[in-house]
C-alpha cells in the first residue's frame, strides 16, 4: 500500500467537513459564526485521523461515530431546542450522503486511486485537481439543484396569490416567495414585486404597454418620454437592479392603488409596495408570475 500522509488526509478532511457544515449551515438558516464551522470541522477531520492510526479501529463503529456527529452539531452551531436539532441533524447527514455520494462518484469516474480503511476513503496522491473539481462540481450542485428542490418540497410555503389593483382593474397571480430578493426603490425604500409583462399586460396604458411590446425596456430617455404623457405619470418611478443575467439595468416600477396576498386568515393588505414589470418569463414551467420578498408579506 502507498504510504498515506496524515497532514494531506487531514487537510483533506477539514475541507471537507466544512463544504457538509457550510450548506447545512446555509440550509438550516443558523445564526452560528463561521468560525464555529472551521472548529467543527476540526473535530471531524481529527477523528477521521484517529481512525487510520494503529490501535484506534474501535473508533470507527456506529454509536462512536453518531457521538461525532453529535459532537460536531453542538461544536459548530447555535442550538435553541430539540426541533432545532432534529433539522440541522436532518440536514447534516441528508448533505453528507449526498455530497459523499457525489464525491465518490467524481473519483470513480476519474479512475483515482482509493482504498477503505476503517470507514475511511483514503486518496492515494492526492489528486488534487479531481478533488477541486468535485467541491466544485458540489457547490454546483448546491446552487442549481437546492432552489429547485425547495420550491417542489415547500410549494405552499413559498407561492402566494397576489392580488394587484390600479383604479377599476386588477389582476390576481401566483407569485414566488423569493427569500434573497430585496429589491427596493432608493429613494422610498419602498420593497418591489417583479410581475410578467404578459400576465399584467391587460391592466397596463396602451403607451406603457408598448415600451414592452416594442422592447425599449430599458431605453430610459424613450420611457421618460412616454411616460411624460401618460396618465400614470404619477404611478412611474425606475429602479436600478441588477440579477445573474444582468449589470446596471433599469426596471421600470409602478404605485399600485392597493396589493392583498392571500394567507391562510384570507386576503391580507400589503404595506406600500412598488410594481416592477420585466419583459420576460419568471418560471420556466409557469408556476408563478411574479416574484416577492419576506417584508412584502403582511
Known sequence: MKQCFLDV?????????????RVTWKLSGNTSPIWRLWCSACIGACYAILLILPGFSYLSGLPLKLLLSLAMLAAGFRIRSFTEFLKL??????????LGGAAFGIYYFFNAGLEISGGVFIIHDFPIKILVFSVVFIIFLYRRLWPLLRFRINRQQLVYQVELQFGDKSISMDAFLDTG????DPISG????????????????????KIYLQGREEQLEY??????????INRFCIVPYSTLDYSGSILPAFRPDSVRIK??????EAG????????????????YHALIQPRIIP
Open 272 to 287: 406600500e409596495t412598488l410594481i416592477g414589470i420585466r419583459n420576460r418569463k419568471l418560471s420556466v414551467s409557469d408556476e
Open 181 to 184: 430578493n430585496e429589491l427596493t
Open 223 to 232: 420611457i421618460t418620454r412616454v411616460m411624460s404623457e401618460s396618465t400614470w
Open 190 to 209: 419602498c420593497p418591489v414585486i417583479v410581475v410578467e409583462f404578459e400576465r399584467i399586460q391587460s391592466i397596463l396604458p396602451y403607451e406603457i404597454q
Open 263 to 268: 394567507s391562510e386568515d384570507g386576503w391580507l
Open 9 to 21: 488526509i487531514w487537510l483533506d478532511n477539514l475541507l471537507i467537513n466544512f463544504i457538509v457544515l
Open 89 to 98: 441533524l436532518g440536514y447534516f447527514y441528508g448533505v453528507t450522503f449526498l
